[in-house]
């Protein structure tokens, strides 16, 4: 009998540079809407820590299809994304309480 691919509930990984905490990723969700997220701070941006946390997210999370989000004039993070394989799959608005305003929000999947 084949056996599913093993699949987690929700998983948190912290993302760390000489010591130091940087940022930090997560997998959440029912497993039919399975999420990703991940989060660098600023002075760590482009040193590809963001691509490779993603990377070890997706090898841990089996469930496809794996979804994310992205603000859409982050384009930093949806390259992230696209390099790791995900895909666009539409847009919406939606308020962001770290901006304190309604934004543009790209959803991407991963099939």
């Excluded at 699949?7 to 809407?33: D, K, M, Q, W, Y």
């Excluded at 469930?63 to 847009?91: Q, W, Y």
Aim: glycine content about 10%.
């Amino acid at each position: 009998m084949p056996t599913r691919p093993p699949t987690i509930r929700h998983a948190r990984c912290g993302c760390s540079t000489n010591g130091l905490v940087v940022g930090h990723g997560a997998i959440f969700g029912p497993r039919s809407e399975r999420e990703v997220t991940y989060v660098v701070g600023r002075p760590h941006w482009g040193q590809g820590i963001a691509s490779q946390a993603l990377a070890q997210l997706i090898k841990l999370e089996r469930t496809r299809p794996l979804h994310a989000d992205a603000a859409a004039d982050n384009a930093g993070s949806i390259r992230v994304l696209e390099k790791c394989g995900f895909m666009v799959t539409g847009l919406s608005r939606c308020f962001a309480r770290a901006r304190g305003q309604e934004i543009d929000l790209v959803h991407l999947t991963l099939s």
